[in-house]
């Protein structure tokens, strides 16, 4: 009879140190101030022109279950910019999207894509950039609408590591891990 508020009690302790790690201690812990040092990233610079994107997509038991390399073209028109992506997958698979990015005199951004539900949110600051949004997978994929959130870092060389998680009722399904640069750029060593 005693021993039930004890189990309570370490049930509840544990619950809590879960809590506090996912917000503390991950991926979710993140913020936009936590990148005020190094090169800054001005989206208007950075996505402008032939971009060239490779990546992998790791499911929910951590394998990689996707890879592909993308071609975006990108334009501004003052704070208003147009990018449209074209995915390759190993799959065969060939998915499109354009994304319009409006972006605000304080830094923040708003996200439109024909695949989100509403509009995504963000923000740029210092050597980051941010993006939440909930994007609706094909019909193909299951239609399912997932929480997801991009984390963009500039690199010293100028290319981008991208890093973004997708999540169904808070857990996370998917994560994708990707390069971004210029499509004519070549580095030392290519």
Same mark, same amino acid.
């Given at each position: 009879?005693?021993?039930?508020?004890?189990?309570?009690?370490?049930?509840?302790?544990?619950?809590?140190?879960?809590?506090?790690?996912?917000?503390?201690?991950?991926?979710?812990?993140?913020?936009?101030?936590?990148?005020?040092?190094?090169?800054?990233?001005?989206?208007?610079?950075?996505?402008?022109?032939?971009?060239?994107?490779?990546?992998?997509?790791?499911?929910?038991?951590?394998?990689?279950?996707?890879?592909?390399?993308?071609?975006?073209?990108?334009?501004?028109?003052?704070?208003?910019?147009?990018?449209?992506?074209?995915?390759?997958?190993? &799959? @065969?698979?060939?998915?499109?999207?354009?994304?319009?990015?409006? /972006?605000?005199?304080?830094? =923040?951004?708003?996200? *439109? $894509?024909?695949?989100?539900?509403? &509009? @995504?949110?963000?923000?740029?600051?210092?050597?980051?950039?941010? /993006?939440?949004?909930?994007? =609706?997978?094909?019909? *193909? $994929?299951?239609?399912?609408?997932?929480?997801?959130?991009?984390?963009?870092?500039?690199?010293?060389?100028?290319?981008?590591?991208?890093?973004?998680?997708?999540?169904?009722?808070?857990?996370?399904?998917?994560?994708?891990?990707?390069?971004?640069?210029?499509?004519?750029?070549?580095?030392?060593?290519?």
């Amino acid at each position: 009879m005693w021993i039930v508020p004890y189990i309570l009690i370490g049930a509840g302790l544990t619950l809590f140190a879960v809590l506090m790690k996912e917000r503390y201690l991950s991926f979710w812990a993140q913020k936009p101030a936590d990148y005020t040092d190094g090169p800054m990233f001005d989206i208007r610079e950075r996505f402008n022109g032939p971009i060239v994107c490779e990546g992998v997509i790791y499911g929910p038991t951590g394998r990689v279950t996707s890879r592909f390399v993308a071609d975006f073209e990108a334009s501004w028109n003052g704070n208003v910019g147009k990018m449209t992506e074209t995915f390759h997958y190993d &799959s @065969g698979n060939v998915q499109n999207r354009e994304w319009t990015l409006t /972006l605000g005199n304080d830094g =923040k951004i708003k996200a *439109e $894509a024909p695949d989100l539900v509403g &509009s @995504g949110s963000g923000e740029q600051s210092g050597s980051s950039v941010v /993006l939440n949004y909930k994007i =609706k997978l094909s019909d *193909e $994929a299951g239609g399912h609408v997932l929480d997801t959130t991009d984390w963009m870092y500039l690199m010293e060389n100028g290319s981008i590591m991208n890093r973004s998680q997708f999540r169904k009722f808070g857990i996370k399904v998917a994560e994708l891990v990707a390069t971004m640069r210029p499509k004519n750029e070549v580095y030392a060593g290519e």
